[in-house]
């Protein structure tokens, strides 16, 4: 059987940790790192079999990849996945899909008309604390009638691009991103969704959201986060109620499953797992390779990823206008173009 050979765009951190996990897949043949600094694309492909480095994308598409990884900024994401679908070449694209609407228009729609397959990373779908709330959920031991998500990003001030909006797109799009993304992966989609924001310390952009949402499956969420706390711990957090019922996870590494009343609690602790296999990378990487050398489904597809930027621009609207928005009318010119 022949090797899926992938191509690496932009020679960032998190381009090392994909690297990490496609080199111990048998089934992948990594043959070029592109990067505009030459020295970067040259260290990250000595950590390769024999990935060439180069330059560009085009570049790339010299060298014959079958896929690319898009692991650029943000606000570069668009043109970068567009020229791949337009080629027929598959792309993984680092979150964000883009980073206003009418981009992940875009690229939804080139997805369609595309013989290659387009995936979006959202890794803490595959995170083992939220497997385990997945799990519960499906199996119907937990019904989640209301939840409470809650991430700090930090403070804008490490790495410095964080607060730089030309490069992330926005706040939400660098980190609150993924449990947004996760919420719809759990509760099913979102029905309504009400903000309050500010400008809390950011010179440049609101830094500062609560926000009520509910879902289709019923369930009521309220999610904080903000910019402004420093990486206290836990920095991301899940609750969910059900009837007698909660779990709750704190961060990457610990989920407490109470499954009724005088019943005992269940722990499950994640602290000596490697990074990359808890915070979701091994298994999203495997699940692409998958569709890529098996024709199974993609883990997040266009449509997927264009719910989720669909979300996030409503929020930035609610936040403007103080309006309760009903995303099933949101916007829907768009969905007729």
Known sequence: MSKVKVGILGAGGIAQTHVNNLNNDPRVDIIGIADIKQENAENLAKQTKHAKPVGSLDELFELGVDTVYVTIPNTLHVDAVLTCLENNVSVFSEKPMATNLADAKKIKDAATKSDAIYNLGMNQRYAHVFKKVKGLIEKGELHPYVAHMKLNRGELLNPAWTSNPEITGGFFFETPIHLLDLSRYLFGEAVTVTCEARQSISESELDSFT???TYESGTIATFVTYAHSGWSFPFESLEVYGKH??????????????????QKIEVEEYFDVSFADKWGYVEEDRL?????????KQPVSAEDGYQTAKLIDAIYESAKTGEKITLSEYKKELETV
Do not use: A, R
Not at 246 to 260: E, Q, R
Not at 288 to 296: M, P, R
């Open 211 to 213: 926000i009520l949402l």
């Open 245 to 262: 019922s909660t779990i709750t996870t704190k961060d990457l590494d610990h989920v407490m499953y109470s499954p009724g009343l005088n």
């Open 288 to 296: 692409f390779i998958d569709s890529l050398v098996n024709g199974s």
